[in-house]
């Protein structure tokens, strides 16, 4: 025990020391091995579900046939871009549903096998039992299932998921989400408007899920699940406030951004302390200030990321 906390400790005065370091390449390079860590992000692995539920946090009915399923070798692509930057403490794979995916076992295996991803979650609403070679994939220890439980839509799927998964050892969340209040929260359709700034404001400080919601999606970042694709089904164009590309292929679903905007739009994200065009459509999980985890420059933007959302 003495032990461990001294190698945290000592951890910690190396990160700071790292940090006060003067600006040089040997100092980026310190930073992207031993501080940079993204604290949580959600990687979406396509639009297509299981089920149609009516208030789709993420407009995955909407969706499941335009965006159905990214390709492994893309997402894949998009993760080791933000661990050449930084670690990952905590990553969640959803979708859709994640183990509807063709390809979702060579997918978290990328994960499991990085030793700069530590502890990866699943998202599922079990209505898919996985194959024994998924089943060996989350026994590993960095892995743990999160079922939501809708209750009369699959809560006998939802109870033998989690039974399979007791039986192998593995980890298992289930979440009640339609029981208690702020479990299960009405996240408008495809038809909302775009709000003032004071009602904008209010959603966002009264956001049901506590502003965790950093989420990567077919190579775009933003502080809102919905946000990575709300511009596509509510038809207003993305801004320079908006997110971070990581991967400028991603135009073909992200054809609306304005990379252009980021060095002009910056400057007046930072003063306003606005979000962008997202924040005013988004009528819940609304945005905080992008600018934050925006850089002038793409080399640089998952680092910056990283040290703001740590």
């Known amino acids: 025990m003495k032990k461990s906390l001294a190698k945290r400790l000592y951890s910690k005065l190396a990160r700071v020391a790292i940090a006060k370091l003067p600006e040089s390449t040997y100092k980026e390079a310190l930073m992207k091995r031993y501080v940079n860590v993204i604290s949580n992000i959600v990687v979406i692995v396509g639009q297509n579900c299981t089920l149609k539920c009516q208030d789709c946090a993420n407009f995955s009915p909407y969706l499941s046939k335009i965006l159905p399923f990214y390709p492994a070798q893309e997402i894949i692509a998009d993760m080791q871009e933000l661990i050449k930057e930084a670690q990952i403490a905590y990553l969640q794979f959803q979708g ?14 990328f994960a499991v096998q990085s030793p700069r991803i530590h502890s990866i979650c699943i998202a599922t609403n079990a209505t898919i039992i996985p194959k024994d070679s998924m089943l060996e994939l989350l026994a590993s ?6 079922i939501s439980n809708y209750g009369q839509v699959n809560a006998k799927t939802a109870t033998k998921l989690e039974e399979v998964l007791q039986a192998r050892g593995i980890a298992v969340i289930l979440r009640n989400t339609y029981r208690g209040a702020g479990l299960w929260s009405k996240c408008g359709d495809k038809d909302t408007k775009q709000l003032p700034s004071k009602a904008m404001q209010k959603v966002f400080d009264s956001c049901t ?4 919601c950093l989420t990567m999606e077919n190579g775009f970042i933003t502080r809102c699940s919905r946000g990575t694709i709300a511009h596509i089904m509510q038809g207003f164009r993305l801004g ?3 997110g971070v590309v990581v991967r400028p292929s991603a135009a073909r679903a992200f054809e609306t951004i304005h990379l252009e905007a980021n060095e002009a739009n910056a400057d007046k994200y ?6 962008g065009n997202l ?7 609304a945005c905080r200030d992008l600018s934050q ?3 002038l420059s793409q080399r640089a933007t998952i680092a910056m990321a990283a040290r703001v959302c740590r």
């Open 270 to 275: 930072r003063q306003t302390g606005g979000g």
């Open 96 to 109: 859709g549903e994640f183990f509807y995916h063709p390809d979702a076992r060579e997918i978290l295996a």
């Open 240 to 242: 320079g406030g908006d």
């Open 209 to 212: 899920f506590a502003k965790e």
């Open 141 to 146: 220890p960095k892995v743990i299932v999160r």
């Open 279 to 285: 924040c005013r459509f988004l009528p819940t999980k």
């Open 293 to 295: 985890i925006i850089s």
